[in-house]
């Protein structure tokens, strides 16, 4: 078989190429959706302004496909990549429709959306597969080593297999470079280096690589991504890497404020029906307290008060004491289950965003035991602090319910080094998505004890 070269897969042609069929797609799909619902002989009323909408259509899609679809690679399993594609196809539809509001005169018939949005799933369904296909023949690794401790190595390997690849793996439990040098480089495709190897040993397996001209993965701790987020300096004629504060400019929070009171404002008050609703069913069930406190760190390591709709019996922990939670607990009440399943129970924090102990987008608010807890292992864990902590984050929208500790403090570093208004767009869009996968509403170890703990 022959492979094409692996630097075509990431160049920015390639992915050029997939973002342009991506949008096609939603065009096309448009199109079709007037041929098939009045043929040849369209209403002009109806057509002429879908056409002045277009470049709008085109450059929603662009955003939307950006959000969802941009980390696209082999990584992602076919049904990652129809999924998202739905949920970017829903996005565009509903705004298309909103937009089309400021077009005066445009009709557009509910038939037309709906036989749209048939066809451009259904397209891109398809062509989500050919993607994966040519992935899976031309551009995959098929054999890969990994360096590392034994316990960081069959993490790594449990993490590969769970994304459904047809990678090969040899994992060799070794703690340097004999690993790799006792290995016919001929027979591997890449490298991967855990965070287990440290200081000369990971130089020389780094170099190793490149000298071999191997793809190379290399599990991040906290230092390299403090590296990761330098510039370059002079002490003198000495030239030198200035890392980064892990922390916001004056300037970012200031914008960050601005951003969060600008969609926190707006959605509060749209939610509140709801949440009046919600309210007096919760204290309909067993009339009890329809919002619960709990007190949490944010940045600083100030304490605060987080809210949440109660979700669970009155005094759960009376005859338990803290225990953890899970999907079947019977102290969670039938409108609890309800609530945590769809993640409406933590809608009251967006008074905790308006008053300012939370941010729409950061670390996850921790209580103090898990900071002293996590921190006599991962001793960097309280850098979480250096900013305020959010409804939602990147740890949650790109780890997994089973996530370690030390991978969500990596991840919300990145966030910290990485900030930008456009990454808070970016995550809240992506929290939204991710909402409606299953298993979203399951929490990790940390968020399972705060949840038996809570009430």
């Not at 190793?208 to 002490?235: C, G, M």
């Not at 069930?285 to 605060?304: C, I, M, S």
């Not at 009440?333 to 009251?348: F, I, M, Y």
Request: aromatic content about 12%; overall charge neutral; charged content about 25%.
């Amino acid at each position: 078989m022959v492979k094409l070269k692996y630097d075509l897969f990431e160049s920015k042609w390639f992915k050029l190429l997939q973002i342009s069929m991506d949008v096609g797609i939603i065009i096309i799909g448009y199109r079709l959706a007037f041929f098939v619902r009045f043929g040849f002989d369209a209403p002009q009323r109806n057509i002429e302004p879908f056409y002045r909408l277009m470049p709008f259509i085109i450059l929603v899609s662009i955003l939307f496909f950006h959000v969802y679809l941009s980390e696209e690679d082999d990584s992602k399993s076919y049904f990652d990549r129809v999924y998202f594609s739905v949920v970017s196809i829903a996005m565009i539809q509903f705004a298309t429709v909103t937009l089309s509001f400021f077009i005066r005169g445009f009709a557009f018939p509910r038939s037309v959306i709906l036989i749209s949005a048939a066809l451009q799933i259904m397209a891109m369904a398809i062509w989500k597969k050919c993607l994966v296909h040519v992935y899976r023949k031309y551009h995959r690794a098929n054999r890969v080593i990994i360096i590392g401790g034994a316990e960081t190595s069959s993490r790594v390997v449990s993490n590969i297999l769970g994304l459904e690849l047809d990678h090969i793996v040899v994992a060799k439990d070794v703690e340097g470079i004999e690993g790799i040098e006792e290995t016919d480089m001929e027979e591997i495709d890449s490298i991967c280096i855990t965070s287990d190897i440290k200081g000369a040993e990971r130089e020389k397996i780094i170099e190793h690589a490149v000298s071999e001209n191997k793809a190379l993965y290399i599990v991040p701790d906290f230092h390299e991504i403090v590296l990761r987020n330098t510039v370059w300096s002079q002490f003198d004629d000495m030239p030198v890497l200035k890392a980064r504060k892990p922390s916001m400019t004056l300037e970012q929070r200031i914008y960050k404020r601005i951003f969060d009171l600008a969609v926190a404002l707006p959605v509060l008050v749209l939610f509140l029906p709801l949440m009046g609703i919600i309210s007096i069913l919760i204290w309909i069930e067993d009339k009890g307290p329809v919002l619960y406190r709990q007190e949490r760190l944010t940045v600083g390591g100030r304490a605060f008060m987080l809210l949440k709709f109660r979700t669970m019996v009155v005094d759960a922990e009376k005859h338990t004491g803290p225990v953890l939670a899970d999907l079947e607990d019977d102290r969670i009440t039938a409108v609890g289950k309800v609530l945590r399943a769809s993640r409406l129970d933590e809608l009251p924090q967006l008074f905790n965003v308006i008053k300012g102990d939370l941010s729409l987008v950061g670390p996850r608010p921790e209580r103090a035991f898990f900071y002293d807890k996590y921190g006599k292992v991962i001793p960097e864990f309280r850098h979480r602090l250096s900013v305020k902590a959010g409804v939602t984050g990147m740890g949650q929208v790109f780890g997994k319910y089973t996530t370690t500790p030390k991978d969500k403090l990596v991840y919300d570093m990145l966030y910290i080094y990485s900030y930008s208004i456009l990454l808070d767009l970016k995550i809240l869009f992506k929290t939204f998505a991710i909402l409606f996968k299953s298993g979203s509403a399951e929490g990790n170890e940390a968020e399972k004890a705060e949840a038996s703990a809570k009430e």
